[in-house]
């Protein structure tokens, strides 16, 4: 019997972030930021690594993804 390595393949791993932040001026040593980041920003599902153990009920199943949902954040930073 020939025993090979790596014979299992998965999806690549698929992770859009956006960050977009506009500054402006109060004074001239104070600011505001406004910040908005986007984490998985098109919602893509990463499914996670096939069962890996021969014989057993769940070899070769996905049962994870590897990624949560679209995650949004927004912030407001004030510099001085």
Do not use: C
């Not at 977009?20 to 986007?38: P, T, Y």
């Not at 920003?41 to 996905?62: D, E, R, S, Y």
């Amino acid at each position: 019997m020939v025993s090979e390595r790596n014979i299992l393949e998965s999806d690549s791993l698929i992770d859009d972030d956006l960050a977009v932040a506009k500054n402006w001026k109060i004074h001239e040593r104070s600011r505001v930021e406004l910040r908005g980041e986007f984490f998985n920003l098109l919602n893509h599902t990463n499914f996670g690594f096939p069962g890996q153990i021969l014989g057993t009920a769940q070899f070769g199943t996905v049962s994870s993804t590897l990624n949560s949902g679209r995650q949004i954040q927004v912030a407001a930073k004030f510099y001085f």
